[in-house]
């Protein structure tokens, strides 16, 4: 069963603007972590951020944890062409298992 | 880098046919995992396996096997082919220690007809 869920499903933007997506979990976790998709191929990750940390930042990427409303959410800053692809956050209970959402298909209209 | 291949990348079998993806890592990571990926469903996890030899059910084990025999690969058996195992599948790998980042392959794009 899912754990994340993101929103929105599907965002399309213009290059050059800021893109944000977030995802809501169910159950206590010990870290969260964001991957990407381009399409057709592998996953790839992107930050990890642990259930003690409320903000996190890699290049032009933000995420930010709040688990007091169980939500995170990733923000890609100047977006550009390439940024195109599925975008997953994964909850990790501290086992070796990841949780995926169902992913937000993010579109960077040149 | 860590590096994940998996065997094909496109492949079409019929019902009934036995079907073998194989994946291999190189960075001799313990965990090994498999999952397929259909739209609106996300990924989800058919078995992993934490050391050689042994496996552990995902979510959906129903009509799969695996088999680890050394430690950097791990194959996905499709015993009998069915329509609906028509899907993409993504292999990867990770760490035995949090925060148990995965490293993933390519996939292969299987079409059961």
């Known amino acids: 069963s899912q754990q994340g869920e993101e929103d929105p499903q599907a965002l399309s933007i213009q290059e050059g603007e800021n893109a944000t997506m977030n995802c809501s979990y169910k159950?206590?976790?010990?870290?969260l972590q964001w991957y990407r998709q381009n399409s057709g191929r592998g996953l790839v990750h992107l930050i990890l951020i642990r259930s003690n940390e409320r903000e996190k930042h890699s290049g032009r990427l933000r995420v930010t944890l709040d688990t007091s409303k169980k939500s995170s959410s990733l923000l890609i800053t100047a977006s550009r062409a390439a940024d195109t692809a599925s975008y997953f956050c994964?909850?990790?209970?501290?086992?070796?298992?990841?949780?995926f959402g169902t992913g937000t298909r993010l579109t960077i209209i040149p | 880098d860590v590096k994940v291949t998996q065997s094909s990348r496109y492949l079409v079998k019929r019902t009934g046919e036995k079907v073998f993806l194989e994946c291999v890592q190189d960075?001799?990571?313990?965990?090994m995992f498999w999952y397929r990926q259909d739209p609106g469903l996300g990924l989800r996890l058919i078995y992993f396996s934490y050391d050689v030899k042994m496996k552990e059910k995902g979510d959906i084990p129903e009509g799969y096997s695996v088999s680890r025999e050394k430690k950097e690969r791990f194959s996905l058996i499709l015993e009998s082919a069915s329509t609906n195992q028509t899907s993409m599948y993504l292999c990867a790998s990770s760490l035995a220690r949090p925060p148990y980042e995965q490293y993933f392959g390519p996939g292969t794009r299987l079409t059961v007809t």
């Open positions: 159950t206590s976790i010990n870290n």
């Open positions: 960075m001799d990571h313990e965990n």
């Open positions: 994964a909850t990790n209970f501290g086992n070796e298992k990841l949780t």
